[in-house]
Structure formats: structure tokens, C-alpha cells
């Protein structure tokens, strides 16, 4: 498994990139020193500017409202597109798709460094220069002060339920719970300040990375899971990849991608200075990294490797699997015409995943597969069983097909919310399909 690079010969932005974020609809949006808000389309190498800012308006960072509200389902179709810009002067901005500021408010004294949307869309986390980490509606509407700390807090995430907040606190890890009467948990983390941390909403594992040059990786209760040797330069970035298998961290020259244990599996020096920012696009495929030269640079993750019984696959670049017998060494070379977004092996079958159809392939005859269309270009799982397959996306919810595409039947729980769904999964009979509501951990559906 490696990164595959992507850059402009020269860059959009003239000054430092600060941000960058996925669209509901796939794009990428970055936000630079210049003022700048731009909109980038990479399979034609085209930008777009969706506003200019104000002089004197310097971002911190920006977050897109998630697709899926409170009660998912299709009727999410009408809420308005928004994002949520945090400012040096102490603002933070929603603003629409088409670079509308529909609000402004003042949030904290000194500059705002972070806000997250929760995982449903009812809240947004800001944090700040002035120590203060609070809770705002989705107007903007003051909710809570949760914390306040002597330094700054540089960093905030969301628990995979939204029920917790994980904010840094100088070279200590804090996560306080939203109900007032529970206590926080609290442990040094680091030995030296804590610049960036990021929660998996799938594997429920927190990683952090500081000024002493390291990333560590913990559980929920301050446990330390995994710590790296030393860097060049503190670390500036780190994301974790949807499904909670991946994870990319950036550092001054420095662009690094783990798997969930913490093991390196590619390292790369771009010559971009220092990567601020990394966001992965909601499929887990690519990862965007926001550059203080100027540069909006692409991470693709390429050369997965798939195993079942005596076959492997391999997807490579260009849209190209490899799949090997490894009894006979009979290889076979399966060619789509658009990027691949999940590929799943098992049961005689490999179904691979385009933004718009999907691939089905017999281990008999690897020339002749079956199609079928998609409605969204948002897969989050593909689980494969011995007669059927599932894909789960963010408009249909949970999608049952045949080998054969003869049958479908949908499922569409009140609860679900895809971000929130990855394996590993329980294993029941192929007749039983069942799932775990995350936000009601003791409730199961079949």
C-alpha cells in the first residue's frame, strides 16, 4: 500500500493554504492566506472561486455540515448546504455552498482555531486561543461552555456516539462527557504541547501528535496503544480515514500513512513545507492536504492488497485490479473506467465499487461481469457473504443484492448514520443481517 501524489505545477493559492474540506457532493474546498475560497475539480485540473474574503479575514479551519441529520433518510435532501468557517479575530462564518456568509457570530476572545460539526449536524465544537471549548445550535445559537483551560486548545473531536468531547489541554488528553454531573478523563499524553488529535468514529481509537514529534494512538480510557519514534519536525496534521483502517499524518515535508495499530506503510517528502491540514474524502480512498506554500496537494491510497483462500487481488493505479491464483499462478487483469471506491473479496466473488455502478466478478469467469447502477456516489461498507452482498450508502441506507443483481432489498433504520458503520462486524448466519445502533448501543436490529 503507498500514497499517489497529485499537485499543481503552480499553485492556486499565492500564500499559505490554512484548510481544506470534501463537499456534500465530492468536492474539495480549500481556504488560503490570500482570501480565497476555491472549489477544485480534479479530474479536470479546474478551480473554481466560490468567494472572496474579506481583508483582514484570516481562517483557521473549515468543516462542511454532514449530508445526514438526526434521522437520516432521503428527506435530508432539503437542508441547505452549508460550511462553517472559524476566524483569527474571533469569529466563526456559515456559509453556503455559493459563498453566501449567512452568518457571522462572535464565538471567543482571540482567535477560533477549530469547529466540528457533530456527526448528526444538530451541533457544532468550537474551540479557541482563549482556552474555551463550547457548543454551539446550527444557527449559531449558544449552547454551552463545556471547558476552560489556562492554554489554548489547539484541537477538538467528537466521540463516535457525539455524546463526548475530546479536546488538548498543553501536553495533556482530555475527553468530557456533555452530561454536567459526569467527570472528564484526563492524562499527559505527550511531552510536549499537543497540536492536533482526531477520534475515530469507526474503531472508537484517538490519535494525537504534538511538538515533541511523536503520534500516539489511544483508547477511550487514556491508554496508550501505540507510540512512534521521533520525526523530523513536530506534528502538524493527522486525520483518520473513514472506516477507521487508515490514517495520515503531516509534518513539515513529511506526509505519512498507518494503518489503525500505528504501523508506517508509506512515508513521502513532498517539497510543500509544512502539511497543516489532512482531510479524507467520505469514500476512504484520497485524502487532501492543505500546504503552507501554497499548494493543495491529493493523496491517493493505491496497491490495496485482498486475500480469500488462494486468491489476490491488488488494486493499482488507473483503475486496475490484479487478481492472482496463487495454486495455479493464473493471473487476471480487471480494467474499470472510473476510480475505484471499494473492493470486496470473498465467497468466489469480488464486487468492486465505482462512484457510479458497481462490479460484479465469478472466480469461474473474471471477463463477464455483472452491473448494476448506484444512487449515490457515498459507499461507506461493502460485506460480502456466500449468496448475497452489502452496500451500505448514504441515500438507500442498507442495500442487500444477489450475485446474480436478481433481488434488492433495502434497509433504512431511523438511526443510520454511515459514517458511523465499518467492519469488523459480528458474524451471523448468511440468512441474518443484523445492526447495532451507535447512538443506543444495546439496541440490535434483524
Not at 444512487?375 to 442498507?398: C, E, I, P, Q
Request: aromatic share 10%.
Amino acid at each position: 500500500m503507498r500514497l499517489k501524489l497529485s499537485y499543481q505545477e503552480h499553485p492556486k493559492h499565492s500564500e499559505l493554504v490554512s484548510c481544506v474540506t470534501w463537499g456534500s457532493s465530492s468536492e474539495l474546498y480549500s481556504v488560503g492566506d490570500d482570501h480565497l475560497i476555491l472549489k477544485w475539480d480534479f479530474k479536470s485540473g479546474e478551480t473554481t472561486q466560490v468567494a472572496p474574503l474579506q481583508k483582514g479575514t484570516y481562517v483557521t479551519h473549515i468543516d462542511w455540515l454532514p449530508a445526514q441529520a438526526a434521522g437520516g433518510g432521503r428527506k435530508q435532501s432539503s437542508r441547505p448546504e452549508i460550511f462553517v468557517l472559524t476566524c483569527t479575530d474571533g469569529r466563526f462564518l456559515l456559509v453556503s455552498s455559493l459563498g453566501r456568509v449567512e452568518k457571522a457570530v462572535e464565538a471567543h476572545k482571540g482567535a477560533v482555531l477549530g469547529a466540528l460539526w457533530s456527526h448528526d449536524g444538530t451541533a457544532l465544537l468550537t474551540n479557541g486561543e482563549d482556552g474555551a471549548v463550547k457548543i454551539w445550535s446550527r444557527s449559531g445559537m449558544l449552547r454551552t461552555s463545556l471547558a476552560q483551560s489556562a492554554s489554548p486548545v489547539y484541537s477538538t473531536s467528537w466521540s463516535p456516539d457525539s455524546d463526548q468531547v475530546l479536546y488538548t489541554n498543553g501536553k495533556s488528553l482530555v475527553i468530557r462527557p456533555l452530561q454536567p454531573a459526569a467527570k472528564p478523563t484526563h492524562w499527559k499524553a505527550h511531552d510536549g504541547v499537543i497540536l492536533v488529535a482526531d477520534w475515530s468514529t469507526a474503531n472508537n481509537t484517538i490519535v494525537s501528535g504534538g511538538e515533541d514529534r511523536k503520534y500516539k494512538l489511544w483508547d477511550c480510557y487514556g491508554r496508550c496503544l501505540y507510540s512512534s519514534l521521533l520525526h523530523d519536525s513536530p506534528i502538524a496534521s493527522l486525520s483518520w480515514s473513514p472506516d477507521g483502517e487508515l490514517f495520515s499524518v503531516g509534518a513539515f515535508n513529511t506526509l505519512r500513512l498507518c494503518d489503525k495499530s500505528g504501523w508506517s506503510h508509506c512515508l513521502e517528502k513532498p517539497s510543500t513545507g509544512t502539511i497543516g491540514a489532512l482531510t479524507w474524502s467520505s469514500d476512504g480512498t484520497q485524502f487532501a492536504c492543505a500546504c503552507s506554500n501554497g499548494q493543495t496537494l491529493l493523496a491517493q491510497v493505491v496497491n490495496r492488497h485482498l486475500e480469500w483462500h488462494n486468491l489476490e487481488a491488488v488494486v493499482g493505479e488507473d483503475s486496475i485490479i490484479r487478481v492472482k491464483d496463487v495454486l495455479t499462478d493464473a493471473e487476471e487483469r480487471l480494467e474499470l473506467h472510473d476510480r475505484i471506491v471499494k473492493v470486496s473479496l470473498g465467497w468466489g466473488h469480488l464486487v468492486a465499487i465505482t462512484p457510479l455502478q458497481g462490479f460484479i466478478y465469478n472466480s469461474r469467469n473474471w471477463t463477464t461481469p455483472v452491473t448494476f447502477d448506484l444512487k449515490t456516489t457515498t459507499v461507506s461498507l461493502l460485506l460480502l457473504t456466500d449468496r448475497h452482498f452489502l452496500v451500505a450508502d448514504n441515500v438507500s441506507g442498507l442495500l442487500v443484492y444477489s450475485y446474480e443483481v436478481a433481488s434488492t432489498i433495502s434497509l433504512f433504520h431511523s438511526f443510520f448514520c454511515p459514517i458511523l458503520l465499518s467492519l469488523p462486524l459480528p458474524r451471523f448466519p448468511p440468512s441474518l443481517l443484523s445492526s447495532v445502533d451507535h447512538l443506543y448501543g444495546n439496541t440490535m436490529y434483524n
